[in-house]
């Protein structure tokens, strides 16, 4: 079985810039859950998507934004970049709400100048 | 405060000693705990969660919860030097994947 893919894996781009990220879940999972990890602050939770709805958002700004496609694949946007959005953005997905079990991508290394 | 506090580490150990890694959290609404490991370059991977106090046992893995000191251990028995990675603890309130995650705790297992 096939496990969570993230494109691209690494990712440069300017100030003010905005990127895309994509996610695809494991097959038959319905919840997708994006997380930014930094050396300072760790791993934080972003949003979650499940059937396409956003379920649960953590603390960030409005320029991130996400969303969920029919097919459970998942993308985050970031707009008007900013130097501390240098990142590692990682997706993880699961079954449905009230599964814990959530199985990690390999992460998509965002560098912004 | 942090919700969540974990020794950043790092912590190196020789190969076959037991290793104990612990968080411990502030919220007593924290309900589910997970633990999972990260190698460099990878992303982080499940190795247990559990629901209620006590222990959870899974091969060399033993995780621990008490919630009445609002703690959580894993233990690695007969540690490797594969299980160098680093290790985050993360805590949930509800049944749902917004997860909480310690900063996570450096292991170094020398052969």
């Known amino acids: 079985k096939a496990g969570v893919t993230q494109t691209p894996r690494y990712l440069i781009k300017t100030r003010g810039q905005q990127v895309t990220l994509s996610c695809s879940p494991i097959?038959?999972?319905?919840?997708v859950s994006w997380y930014q990890q930094t050396p300072g602050q760790g791993l934080q939770f972003l949003f979650e998507?499940?059937?396409?709805?956003?379920?649960n958002k953590g603390n960030f700004p409005g320029r991130f934004s996400g969303r969920q496609f029919s097919n459970s694949r998942s993308e985050m946007n970031v707009s008007t970049l900013e130097l501390g959005d240098s990142a590692l953005y990682l997706c993880?997905?699961?079954?449905?709400?009230?599964?814990?079990?959530?199985?990690f991508g390999p992460g998509t290394r965002l560098t912004v100048t | 405060q942090k919700e969540v506090e974990q020794d950043p580490g790092p912590l190196s150990v020789p190969e076959g000693a037991i290793v104990s890694l612990n968080c411990t959290y502030s919220?007593?609404?924290?309900?589910?705990f997970m633990w999972y490991r990260q190698y460099s370059r990878k992303g982080p991977e499940l190795l247990m969660y559990t629901y209620s106090s006590g222990n959870k046992e899974d091969g060399r893995f033993t995780a621990q919860v008490d919630k009445s000191s609002k703690y959580i251990s894993l233990f690695i028995r007969d540690s490797q030097p594969s299980d160098s990675a680093t290790y985050l603890c993360?805590?949930?309130?509800?049944?749902?994947?917004?997860?909480?995650f310690g900063g996570g705790t450096r292991l170094m297992v020398k052969p």
């Open positions: 993880a997905s699961s079954l449905a709400g009230g599964y814990y079990e959530q199985y």
């Open positions: 998507y499940f059937s396409e709805t956003q379920r």
């Open positions: 993360a805590i949930s309130k509800n049944a749902g994947n917004m997860l909480t």
């Open positions: 097959s038959g999972h319905r919840s």
């Open positions: 919220n007593s609404a924290f309900q589910y």
